[in-house]
């Protein structure tokens, strides 16, 4: 890989912003190589469901055909929400690498925290923090200009 899955990630994100949507981008990783690439399309598709990270799981379990993704890993520019968590856990993601905290939707390391739920059934091992000052940076600027 040229760049870094967390590098393509957060151009993914940029692109989302430039498009007017919340600027979160997502790629997945398995044996080395970025086999799920998306950013957030809620706006786009008219679909709450249309977050970067479930777009990304989508796509990947439809190249691996295999319905889990166990061994592979997530790069998120945003700690995911308890509905991407959720998706994480069913698909047995490896692990989670994610960029910004996100202290009023994150269900990683802030809310509900499922990973840590006794009734969580797969727990991937989380490292946050991965591109944290770009992925604030990139939040921050998009939603300083909707409250213009």
Do not use: W
């Amino acid at each position: 890989m040229s760049q870094s899955p967390m590098d393509v990630a957060l151009m993914l994100a940029a692109d989302a912003a430039a498009d007017g949507e919340a600027p979160v981008g997502a790629v997945i990783v398995c044996d080395g190589e970025i086999i799920a690439a998306e950013r957030n399309r809620m706006q786009a598709l008219a679909d709450p469901t249309a977050h970067a990270e479930m777009l990304a799981i989508r796509a990947a379990l439809a190249e691996r055909g295999t319905g889990r993704l166990d061994g592979c890993d997530l790069y998120v520019t945003l700690e995911p929400c308890a509905m991407c968590a959720g998706a994480i856990a069913h698909t047995r993601l490896r692990r989670v690498y994610f960029g910004a905290e996100d202290p009023k939707a994150g269900a990683v390391e802030n809310g509900i925290r499922l990973f840590d739920q006794p009734t969580c059934h797969h727990r991937p091992e989380i490292v946050g923090g991965l591109g944290e000052v770009r992925a604030s940076a990139l939040l921050r600027k998009f939603f300083s200009r909707l409250r213009r």
